[in-house]
């Protein structure tokens, strides 16, 4: 069965850092770009990082840039969203999506990040 499972997420104060995870089975996830998006409650879902790019470099939103990052364990057939500096507005429900420019895509069921004292 071909899909991504994300977990990780869970209570964190602010300023403190949770990995959030993504796994794949059924297909090589090296293979194929990785993205993570987020929606927080009642509002849309967004484009928070991917690995998706002309120049082979991560993308971030400018809202989690020098504080979000990127990283893939091939061997694992896993990638990570390492979230440093959380903060309340970080708080969503965090998706991960496997794809490419054609017609592959798979998303994973999300996992919530909570960010609160």
């Known amino acids: 069965q071909v899909q991504v499972v994300e977990s990780g997420g869970g209570l964190v104060q602010p300023g403190g850092s949770l990995r959030l995870s993504c796994t794949a089975s059924?297909?090589?996830?090296?293979?194929?770009?990785m993205s993570w998006y987020r929606q927080p409650p009642g509002k849309e879902r967004e484009l928070v990082a991917t690995n998706d790019s002309n120049d082979g470099r991560p993308k971030y939103a400018d809202s989690v840039k020098g504080r979000f990052t990127l990283s893939r364990d091939h061997p694992k057939n896993a990638g990570y969203l390492q979230m440093d500096s959380l903060k309340p507005e970080d708080k969503a429900v965090y998706y991960c999506?496997?794809?490419?420019?054609?017609?592959?895509?798979?998303w994973g069921q999300g996992t919530l990040v909570t960010v609160s004292s």
């Open positions: 999506r496997a794809h490419n420019r054609r017609y592959f895509e798979v």
């Open positions: 059924g297909f090589i996830f090296s293979d194929y770009a």
